[in-house]
């Protein structure tokens, strides 16, 4: 075998297969948000400015020792911190979406849902690609026909992984 094909071997078998990805129970995967949701996770808001103050170019006649004012800071407002954590969501009455955010080529699929009580649901994620996965961060979703036992009228909570929680609102 020559060198360019044995390096093709070994390349492939650290990607999976193209365009493949391991969509756990879901299915079927894309990157990105569901169509037609606006899941902003930052307002961005313009940061104050405050001219600088007007300096004269011509010679003064300041006194050594004596003091200048010096215009106070404006306060400045933080920006909200960005939620990345997984989302759920009704598309139609046979389909539940739940987004996460990560690598894109790396993302954690829904393995497993578990009701743990009449309005309780813990969604397992586990990690899909292979060894490598791209330093980039992206919502990926994961869409999931007739998932059992799961009305679509009923306000659910749900965990992910028993750690981050967020409300599954109804059908509308």
């Known amino acids: 075998m020559s060198a360019a094909a044995i390096s093709m071997v070994v390349l492939a078998g650290c990607s999976g297969v193209p ?29 104050p400015t405050v001219a600088p103050p007007l300096v004269s170019l011509e010679p003064t006649d300041i006194e050594p020792g004596s003091e200048t004012a010096v215009p106070e ?20 009455e046979e389909t539940l979406a739940v987004v996460t955010f990560g690598s894109s080529s790396c993302p954690a699929a829904p393995a497993a849902l578990e009701l743990t009580g009449a309005d ?28 059992e036992g799961l009305d679509p009228a009923t306000t659910y909570m749900v965990t992910f992984d028993g750690e981050w929680e967020t409300v599954l609102e109804p059908l509308s």
Do not use: N, Q
């Not at 365009?19 to 940061?47: C, H, K, L, N, Q």
């Open 120 to 147: 309780a649901l813990d969604i397992v994620l586990k990690r899909t690609g292979g060894d490598v996965c791209t330093a980039d961060l992206g919502p990926t979703t994961f869409e999931i026909d007739d998932p």
């Open 73 to 92: 800071a404006p306060e400045s407002t933080p920006l909200p911190d960005p939620d990345f954590s997984p989302r759920a969501v009704w598309l139609s």
């Open 19 to 47: 365009g493949v990805r391991d969509t756990g129970i879901a299915s079927r995967s894309y990157s990105g948000f569901p169509e037609g949701m606006d899941w902003s996770v930052t307002e961005v808001r313009p940061v």
